[in-house]
Each structure stands twice: as structure tokens, then as C-alpha cells.
């Protein structure tokens, strides 16, 4: 094979490794959209849930952060046994899933409303919701992470 063959094999690797990074599983851009649409529905949960937590009487905060803390619980140990299930599996397929637009946009609502009304960060919540549906661990951990930036400015002014 002459240079130009060469030359032109480099290039296709090197295109397809950039294309698997960034669009394949757990790739940048896809992060970057889970994280950026989890931010930015944050505005309007955070605010909604700083609201709540004025508007509700305290007697009911000692029960409903404790629905919370079973939820959170429960989601845990779903993801836990679903995994363990896929290693024994005999040819485990370990599917990763991409959340639309919508369920990002509904989860980025429900867990800064929850976030903002118990007063904790979006990563508490936001990690095992989002390994519960199949996002991978490290996506869901970088896409909660930037979720929590506008919590916690949020939750502040409120």
C-alpha cells in the first residue's frame, strides 16, 4: 500500500474515533445535552421546590423527606439487582439507554422540585434515577453534577 492509502486509513480512524467519542455510548455530546437540559429545566424545579417548601406546613417535611429517602433507596437497589442480573446473564448485553428530550426535561423538573424543597443536591437524587433508567454511571454523575450548579443558585436566592 502507497502513502496515500495510508494516509487516507488514518483519517477514517481517526474521523470514526472522534465520531464514537462524542456520539457513541457515554459520549461527550450526549452528556453534554443530558446535562445542559437537566440545567437548564433546573431553573424553573428549583424554584418551584423552594416555593413548596415555604408554602407547606413543616409538620408535613419529616414525612415527605421520608418518602423521599425510601424512593432513593428503592431506586438503588433496583439498578443494583438489574446489574446483577445482566453480569449472570450468560451473554450479559449491558444496553445503555439515551433519555428524550421529554423524560430529560420531566426528570431535570422533578428532581430540582424535590432538590429544591428538601434543601439537597441534585446529585442525591439525580444518580440513581437516571443509572435506574440505564444511563451509565460516569454520564449520569457528570450530568447531575452541572444539574446541582443550578440548584444550589437557585436555592440560594430562593
Same mark, same amino acid.
Given at each position: ?6 494516509? =487516507?486509513?488514518? &483519517?477514517? @480512524?481517526?474521523? @470514526? %474515533?472522534?465520531?464514537?467519542?462524542? !456520539? ?20 424553573? %424545579?428549583?424554584? @418551584?421546590?423552594?416555593? &413548596? ?7 408535613? =417535611?419529616?414525612? +415527605? ?10 431506586? $438503588? ?15 450479559? !448485553? *449491558?444496553?445503555? #439507554? *439515551?433519555?428524550?428530550? =421529554? ?12 432538590? @429544591? +424543597? =428538601?434543601?439537597? %443536591? ?7 434515577? +437516571? ?5 451509565? &454511571? +460516569?454520564?449520569? !454523575?457528570?450530568? #447531575?453534577?452541572?444539574? #446541582? ?7 440560594? $436566592?430562593?
Amino acid at each position: 500500500m502507497g502513502d496515500p492509502v495510508w494516509l =487516507f486509513l488514518i &483519517l477514517i @480512524g481517526l474521523v @470514526g %474515533g472522534i465520531g464514537i467519542s462524542a !456520539l457513541g455510548p457515554g459520549g461527550v455530546l450526549v452528556t453534554i445535552r443530558m446535562s445542559s437540559v437537566l440545567a437548564i429545566s433546573a431553573i424553573a %424545579g428549583a424554584a @418551584g421546590g423552594v416555593l &413548596l417548601n415555604i408554602v407547606l406546613p413543616g409538620r408535613l =417535611f419529616g414525612p +415527605l423527606l421520608g418518602v423521599f429517602i425510601a424512593v432513593v433507596a428503592l431506586l $438503588v437497589l433496583y439498578r443494583d439487582r438489574r446489574d446483577r442480573r445482566a453480569a449472570r446473564a450468560p451473554h450479559p !448485553l *449491558r444496553a445503555h #439507554s *439515551r433519555p428524550s428530550l =421529554f423524560v430529560l426535561i420531566a426528570l431535570g423538573l422533578g428532581i430540582s422540585t424535590v432538590s @429544591g +424543597l =428538601f434543601g439537597m %443536591g441534585g446529585p442525591m437524587i439525580a444518580v440513581p434515577v +437516571l443509572a435506574a433508567i440505564g444511563v451509565p &454511571l +460516569l454520564p449520569a !454523575l457528570a450530568a #447531575s453534577q452541572a444539574q #446541582s450548579v443550578v440548584i444550589a443558585l437557585v436555592g440560594s $436566592v430562593g
